[in-house]
């Protein structure tokens, strides 16, 4: 049954599940006779994350930072370190999950500050892409679904810290978050 507050749904809890199976399958070879470690960026992207490692077929590691600086629906010009990884990634292999890559801002700034720690090397995995919004020149390297620029919620997103629990990827009613 869809939540009362969402208009529709953008990408389905199959469609999300299909596309794990997909990119656990692609990333597995990538880093075959490698041990990465995956990096959530909280919170958004725990359920991909979750749900992407269990299709992964090499050892790893997991590990989680939060660099949140988002309220309400607008990105904010800078991200701060909520909370730092748990060990040294000197040398290692991080591939960093991610909810959506929206104005760029948030990727870049980690990116560059895993490489700072000495990541060998920082590959990205983003649930969603909204193009349309990019102020940044950077991409994901590897992608689940490409969306049209309006507010989404679930599967990790969430407005207001709400709706992070829906089994789907759903567009927000534009009352709930329009004045
Ligand atoms: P960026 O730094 O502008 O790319 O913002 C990335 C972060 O903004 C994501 O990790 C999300 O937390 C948040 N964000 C961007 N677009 C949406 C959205 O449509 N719904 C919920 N959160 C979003
Ligand atoms: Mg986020």
Redesign the pocket.
């Known amino acids: 049954m869809l939540h009362k507050d969402i208009d529709h749904v953008l990408v389905s809890e199959e469609e999300i599940t299909e596309k794990c199976k997909e990119l656990g399958v692609i990333l597995s070879k990538e880093y075959e006779g490698r041990k990465p470690i995956m990096v959530s960026?909280l919170k958004?992207s725990v359920p991909f994350m979750a749900e992407l490692m269990k299709r992964m077929t090499v050892d790893l590691e997991i590990d989680f930072m939060d660099v949140s600086s988002?309220s309400g629906t607008e990105?904010e010009g800078d991200v701060k370190i909520v909370k730092d990884l748990d060990r040294s990634i000197i040398g290692e292999d991080i591939l960093l999950i991610?909810?959506?890559?929206?104005?760029?801002?948030?990727?870049l700034k980690v990116r560059d500050l895993l490489y700072s720690k000495g990541a060998k090397t920082v590959k990205i995995v983003s649930l969603l892409d909204?193009p349309d919004r990019r102020v940044i020149d950077i991409d994901a390297d590897y992608t689940g679904f490409v969306i049209p620029n309006e507010?989404?919620?679930g599967f990790g997103?969430?407005?207001n810290q709400k709706y992070r629990n829906l089994p789907y990827v759903g567009v927000l009613k534009e009352e709930l978050y329009k004045e």
């Open positions: 960026l958004g988002y990105s991610e909810d959506i890559v929206d104005t760029g801002r948030t990727l909204k507010f989404v919620v997103l969430d407005f």
